[in-house]
């Protein structure tokens, strides 16, 4: 187990009627000095670091931050909690404050629970939104954003991260997305911030502090027990997409 903590606050993750976590993992093997690369060779050559570091990951813990834009609110909403991953596709949202809530993502299911309300959501998804949940959460390989996306590389230099603007391609995916601005750590050569652009104005970010990489995690993190009285809504989203 290998701890990382990060002065700056790390902002990660996505919203897309669910939330979606975009994942630390450990640094990729030695390759070619991507400074000594320009132009499409030094994005292909960061992709391809990146999905090493992506395909080593195990598991991965964090506290975190949430901030939300959104055009029907006066200020920024701010959240903050506890996430967990374990792979291929366990996630687990702890959010503390202001209002707990626990997002649960397994399997085909993403359970949603508020705890103040009693009340929980469990929406079934498809093949088809399983895959895309794992390529924006990063637990699928970068590389495989390049089906959905343009991608464009911004290198400021010094210690500042690679930015990466991802545009959706697709009809479908513009009427909800606008863009994804994801930051690759030029030391770990691994994705620590995203913001996600939504079609309509929105936008959301999410800041990690003290990530813990490939850390045991017990397989009861992954169960969420919603006791006695809890009302349950199931929604099913899964048919007929893919």
């Known amino acids: 187990m290998r701890s990382v903590r990060r002065r700056?606050?790390?902002?990660?993750?996505?919203?897309?009627?669910?939330?979606?976590?975009?994942?630390?993992?450990?640094?990729?093997?030695?390759?070619?000095?991507?400074?000594?690369?320009?132009?499409?060779?030094?994005?292909k050559a960061l992709i391809a670091q990146v999905v090493e570091s992506q395909r080593a990951l195990r598991s991965l813990r964090a506290d975190f931050v949430q901030v939300k834009r959104s055009t029907l609110l006066l200020?920024?909403?701010?959240?903050?909690?506890?996430?967990?991953?374990r792979a291929p596709d366990l996630v687990r949202?702890?959010?503390r404050g202001p209002d707990p809530m626990v997002i649960l993502f397994a399997e085909d299911t993403v359970t949603t629970f508020f705890p103040r309300q009693a009340r929980a959501e469990r929406l079934k998804i498809s093949k088809k939104q399983r895959r895309f949940v794992r390529v924006l959460?990063?637990?699928?390989?970068?590389?495989?954003?390049?089906r959905d996306f343009t991608v464009t590389l911004t290198d400021a230099g010094g210690e500042t991260p690679y930015e990466l603007a991802l545009r959706p391609m697709s009809?479908?995916?513009?009427?909800?997305?606008?863009?994804?601005?994801?930051?690759?750590?030029?030391?770990?050569?691994?994705?620590?911030a995203i913001e996600v652009h939504e079609a309509d104005?929105?936008?959301?970010?999410?800041?990690f502090n003290d990530l813990v990489v490939n850390p045991e995690i017990d397989d009861s993190r992954f169960r969420l027990e919603l006791g006695v009285g809890v009302r349950v809504e199931a929604i099913d989203v899964s048919a007929g997409v893919g």
């Not at 690369?37 to 994005?43: I, M, Q, R, S, Y």
């Not at 479908?172 to 030391?187: A, G, I, S, T």
């Open 8 to 43: 700056r606050r790390l902002p990660l993750l996505l919203s897309l009627g669910w939330l979606l976590p975009v994942l630390a993992a450990a640094p990729a093997p030695a390759e070619q000095p991507l400074e000594t690369l320009e132009g499409g060779a030094k994005l």
């Open 75 to 85: 200020e920024e909403a701010h959240s903050s909690g506890e996430f967990n991953y």
């Open 93 to 95: 949202w702890d959010y």
């Open 137 to 146: 959460s990063g637990t699928q390989p970068l590389n495989d954003l390049t």
């Open 171 to 192: 009809t479908m995916l513009r009427k909800r997305l606008r863009m994804v601005e994801l930051e690759v750590d030029r030391r770990l050569l691994l994705p620590v």
């Open 201 to 207: 104005g929105d936008s959301t970010r999410y800041e």
